[in-house]
């Protein structure tokens, strides 16, 4: 549960910690955050068959506008932009297939020219957005915090032992005791140290693990030695950028999967940090995202989204302090100009990642069952409410073929895809939908005489309570 203000009236959230301190946090937040940010430049390089040097500027021009992201989200600017919380900003899974599709049929300049697009959209749409949060209560929120998490659990398992099922590598024992290793690392670091050392529990064992990895043969710096040491692509690397209806409306489509995906990713660090969260503090955050986007569109980079890892990590050290995440965001900045920094990190083994990122999307599952507790279930359809949503968007999750894709909707139109591959978007629009039906449509009728209507605790009226 989030501790109260501090005595001098700094809530924790703007409290600034030691420098040095504050330094080693940071680090954990990119080390935590930083494979499932260049997996989407890597996924999308492999894809469209471009050379190493290419996907390495991807790489560099992703880390560069993640790093401006997140700081903007940390410290904020203005009445603008910022939700003013410890929010790392990467690039979101949900621009992968959209950008492929585009790209495959019209070229990259085509991609980025509905990202830049889909980035004004965003930011034009941002304010009414988030005057949806107060259909957001703990039923929705919880729900949605949940599925983050679970969706997740895949990639992270891929992380861990390989991520096409059919080779012959997949799995191999060595490989999942050093994931395993690493989460029992941090279990018992967690329980054992105190203070500091306890709260970076998830880079000692990713330290530790890189060790082990060493004699395994599977910690190779030759790609450090061969990075530049100050490198940035210029804008539109690839060519003025086009516009294409069909590809604008797509990337229009991922902007709304990435707003209700920052929206339960930001509810879920206010609940944690019990920092109030109004319309205009999410607006602030949405409009960063849309932003996001736009920088992308001009940097040959991606629209990004608040990592639900990261979210999981606040969770579990207890930092709250948005300086913390500000400090990320530097040393994400500084990364997308230095290769050399960012190669050294992209050494670290996958299954020493995926270990540390499995308690951490697991983490984010935990914080939506907690957010759930404040629901009442007895008497109503809450309970159908939450096993529709869950059910149904893990479909794409659990559905995928031997390189892990999603193959439930294949059939689809490419916008439905769009759409309905990911669990959190399913998620959002079942839960939300599901919760007006029940406990909205006709909450306002009158109580029978004897009886009073007792607010629920997802935030609506439901049925009367006999007194």
Known sequence: MPQPSQKDGTHPVDEVLPPARLAVLS??????????????????????????????????ADLLVAGVATVIQAVGIGTIFGVRLPVVAGATFTVVSPMITIAAKHGLPTVY????????????????????????????????????????????????????TGAKDYGQLSHIALGLGVVALIVIFSKVLRGFLGQIAPLLAIAVGSLIAVP?????????????????????????????????????????????????????????????????????GLATDGLSAVLGGCMNSFPDTAYAE?????????????????????????????????????????????????????????????????VEFRDNHNLLIVAVSLGVGMLPAVATDQFGNEVFFKHFPDWAQTVFGSPIT??????????????????????????????????????????
Request: glycine share 12%.
């Open 216 to 284: 395994m043969n599977l910690f190779h710096l030759k790609g450090v030695a061969g990075a530049g040491w100050f490198g940035i692509a210029a804008p539109f690397h690839f060519g003025a950028p086009r516009f294409d209806a069909a590809a604008v409306i797509s990337m229009c489509v991922v902007m709304l999967v990435t707003y209700t995906e920052s929206t339960a990713d930001m509810l879920a660090v206010a609940e944690m940090t019990g920092k109030q969260l109004t319309d205009a503090d999410i607006a602030r």
């Open 310 to 374: 990261n979210v999981g990590l606040v969770q579990m050290t207890g930092v709250r302090s948005r300086w913390v995440v500000a400090g990320a965001g530097v040393v994400l900045l500084l990364m997308g100009l230095v290769p050399k920094v960012g190669a050294f990190v992209a050494a670290v083994p996958e299954p020493v990642v995926g270990g540390a990122a499995l308690v951490m999307f697991a983490m984010v599952t935990a914080v939506g069952i907690q957010t759930l507790k404040k």
């Open 113 to 164: 020219g509905a990202m830049l697009a889909s980035g004004v959209f965003g930011l034009i749409i941002a304010r009414p957005f988030a005057k949806m949060i107060k259909y957001f209560p703990p039923l929705v929120s919880g729900t949605v915090i949940a599925i983050i998490g679970l969706s997740l659990i895949g990639p992270g398992a891929g992380m861990i032992a390989g991520h096409n």
């Open 27 to 60: 680090l954990q937040h990119v080390f935590i955050m930083y494979a499932g940010a260049v997996a989407v430049p890597f996924i999308v390089g492999s894809a469209l068959k471009l050379d190493f040097g290419t996907i390495a500027l991807l790489v560099n």
């Open 426 to 467: 399913i998620t959002v629009i079942l839960a939300f939908t599901l919760n007006l039906v029940f406990n909205h449509l006709g909450a306002d009728s009158p109580a029978p005489e004897g009886e009073q209507a007792a607010p629920a605790q997802d935030g609506t009226q439901t049925r009367p309570a006999a007194i």
